[in-house]
C-alpha cells in the first residue's frame, strides 16, 4: 500500500546562484562583489545558499576562489553555507572553511558521468566512500546530488528503477541527503511526480531536494508536481542564472524569486522575504553583465496594481 503524502505547507529553498549560476558566465565577478552579494541573499530569510565549488580553477575558473569567498562572507545563523565539492582534496580544502554542508555531485547516466566528471557512476561511489571516510566525525552535513535523474542528453531517457538503484547506494554509503536534478531541462510534471512518490515512500526520513532547470519552460510546472507529491526542499537560482557546461542544450536553473512568488502566492510558507530578494535580483545585470531571465523581477508581483489610464 503506498503512502499519502500530503502537500507540504513550508517549503525550504537552497539558492544556488553563487556556484551553478556564476560556473559558467562569462565575466568572473570579482572576490569582493561575491562576497556582498551571498551576505545581502542570506539576510533574505533563505536557509541554505551554495556559496561556490571547491573544484580545480582550470575546470572552472570562475570559482577559483572559493576559499576567499567562504571564509570572507557574514556567517548568520540559520543560514547554512553549503559547498560542492569534486573529490576528496576538494574536501579536505572545504573541510578547512568549515563549511555547514558539502554536496557531492555524481550522474545517473554512464555518458553524462564520463562527460562531466570522467567516471561512470559506480566510479563516483568508491569516490563518496573516500570522501566520507575523510569527513567523518566533523559534523558536517554530506548530501549528494545525482544529475540527469529525468533524462540524458546523450543516451535519453534514464530508467526510473536505475536512479532507485542508485538512491539506494548513496543511502547505504551513509549519504544524509539526496537531490535529484533535472540536469538539462528535460523533466515533465507526471515524470516529476512519479518518481518524487517512488522515493519519498522508500526513505521517507531522507531529505530529498529538487534541482529542476528551465530549459523547456517547464522549471515551475515541475517544482510545483514535486511540491503535490510531497517534496519541501528546493534548489533555485537567483535571476534564472546558472546551466552545467558539460550538458548540452542547458539553459538557467529555475528562477529563486519566481519560485518563491508562485509558492508564496498559493499561501505556501517558504521563509523568505520576496521583496527583500526582489531588491538583489534587480542588480543582477550590473553584477554579470548581461540580463537574466526572471519574470517577477520585471513584471512585478502579482499584487502590483496601476492607475487607471486617463480618458
Not at 580545480?56 to 569567498?69: F, H, M, T
Request: aromatic share 4%; charged share 20%; hydrophobic share 40%.
Amino acid at each position: 500500500m503506498k503512502l499519502v503524502t500530503p502537500c507540504p505547507t513550508k517549503i525550504e529553498i537552497n539558492e544556488v546562484a553563487p556556484r551553478d549560476g556564476l560556473q559558467i558566465e562569462a565575466r568572473f565577478v570579482p572576490t569582493e562583489e561575491k562576497i556582498r552579494w551571498i551576505d545581502a541573499l542570506s539576510t533574505t530569510g533563505l536557509r541554505r545558499i551554495e556559496a561556490t565549488s571547491f573544484t580545480s580553477p582550470k575546470a572552472i575558473p570562475n570559482l577559483r576562489d572559493a576559499a576567499e569567498v567562504v571564509t570572507g562572507i557574514q556567517r548568520r545563523k540559520g543560514v547554512d553555507i553549503t559547498v560542492l565539492v569534486p573529490n576528496v582534496k576538494g574536501t579536505e580544502r572545504a573541510l578547512a572553511c568549515q563549511v555547514d554542508e558539502i554536496n557531492l555531485v555524481m550522474s545517473a547516466s554512464n555518458s553524462h558521468g564520463l562527460a562531466n566528471l570522467r567516471m561512470t557512476p559506480e566510479q563516483s561511489l568508491e569516490q563518496f566512500a573516500a570522501i566520507l571516510d575523510v569527513t567523518e566525525g566533523s559534523g558536517v552535513f554530506i548530501n549528494a546530488s545525482l544529475s540527469t535523474t529525468f533524462g540524458c542528453p546523450f543516451e535519453g531517457d534514464v530508467p526510473e528503477a536505475r536512479v532507485l538503484e542508485l538512491v539506494e547506494k548513496l543511502i547505504g554509503l551513509g549519504i544524509q541527503g539526496v537531490t535529484l536534478c533535472d540536469t538539462t531541462g528535460m523533466a515533465n510534471p507526471a515524470q516529476v511526480k512519479r518518481l518524487c512518490k517512488a522515493v519519498l515512500d522508500r526513505w521517507a526520513q531522507t531529505p530529498f531536494t529538487l534541482h529542476f532547470h528551465n530549459t523547456r519552460g517547464m522549471g515551475l510546472a515541475n517544482a510545483l508536481a514535486a511540491w503535490q507529491a510531497g517534496i519541501s526542499r528546493f534548489d533555485a537560482s537567483l535571476g534564472g542564472l546558472g546551466g552545467c557546461p558539460f550538458a548540452p542544450g542547458a539553459t538557467g536553473n529555475v528562477c529563486t524569486e519566481d519560485l518563491v512568488h508562485m509558492f508564496e502566492s498559493m499561501g505556501v510558507d517558504t521563509g523568505v522575504d520576496l521583496d527583500a530578494l526582489l531588491e538583489i535580483a534587480v542588480t543582477l545585470p550590473d553584477l554579470i553583465g548581461h540580463d537574466v531571465p526572471g519574470q517577477v523581477v520585471k513584471a512585478g508581483k502579482s499584487t502590483r496594481r496601476y492607475a487607471m489610464p486617463e480618458r
